[in-house]
């Protein structure tokens, strides 16, 4: 038979993930500008000397090149870009960028381009190494964004029964992603619902109607922040319909450092 030919590929890329394949090996799964997410071998990479060590770390950004037989990966050499270290060295950064790490991982396009969704995770992980967000609107921000130009895209333009665009608390319905009025609200079958002040929902319309280029660009506090928080993660955990056990380190994170994060009873 003959033997499959190496095809050579050179992308730009983040680690979402490491696992162990034995015991010189690592799996490592990597968002990538070119191919969206690829798994691929890094042979020897637990090996201290190896050079594949840098750019098999967790969340580091870097050029690869891999190398393609058939459906399998390597990589065959990386060069670090950037490592994003100071992310490590704060525990609710950290448990934060895994999170959303995981959530990159499930709704990243395969084998595809995925120029957006690198994106945003390297301005997130950017924002939260230099403090100049709170932890909380980057979550959020990250969350909507990347649930939107996934195809799960809310509609929040006005009230879904009257068309109404403002009222002076909108509520939001994560399993359907619809917004309505306090009037319409009461001819709506029950489902879990979200009251929103109106900061909250312009925040949340800014993040997914902007062009990419602004989506962090706005200051949220206090309730309307809260709300925001909820509302969007409530919108996640219900369209992918699954939990995260990322999600869960970064909540017990935030506990440890800040106090508890509110929890919304009625999702």
Do not use: W
């Not at 890329?13 to 968002?31: H, M, S, T």
């Not at 071998?41 to 637990?46: E, I, P, T, V, W």
């Not at 809310?154 to 608390?169: A, K, Q, S």
């Amino acid at each position: 038979m003959r033997e499959q030919a190496v095809i050579p590929k050179t992308t730009d890329g983040v680690v979402l993930r490491v696992r162990d394949v034995g015991r010189a090996n690592l799996l490592l799964v990597v968002l990538t500008r070119e191919y969206g997410v690829v798994e691929a071998f890094a042979n020897g990479a637990k090996n201290a000397k190896s050079k594949l060590v840098a750019v098999s770390q967790p969340l580091s950004y870097s050029r690869f090149i891999f190398n393609r037989r058939g459906e399998k990966h390597t990589v065959s050499s990386g060069e670090i870009i950037h490592s994003f270290f100071a992310v490590r060295e704060d525990i609710a950064k950290l448990a934060l960028s895994f999170y959303m790490a995981e959530l990159m991982q499930m709704l990243a396009p395969k084998h595809e381009r995925a120029d957006d969704d690198l994106r945003l995770m390297l301005n997130a992980l950017h924002l939260l190494e230099k403090g100049l967000r709170d932890n909380e609107l980057i979550k959020l921000v990250f969350e909507m964004r990347l649930l939107a130009q996934s195809g799960f895209m809310p509609d929040l333009v006005c009230c879904t029964g009257c068309r109404r665009y403002e009222d002076e608390v909108m509520y939001f319905y994560p399993r359907s992603g619809e917004i309505r009025c306090g009037n319409c609200r009461a001819h709506t079958l029950p489902q879990p619902e979200i009251p929103l002040f109106m900061g909250a929902l312009t925040a949340m319309r800014h993040v997914i109607y902007t062009d990419f280029e602004k989506i962090f660009d706005f200051k949220l506090s206090g309730p309307s922040l809260e709300q925001a928080r909820k509302a969007c993660e409530a919108f996640v955990l219900e369209q992918t319909d699954k939990t995260y056990s990322s999600l869960d380190f970064y909540r017990s994170s935030a506990y440890s450092e800040t106090g508890p994060v509110e929890q919304d009873e009625s999702t």
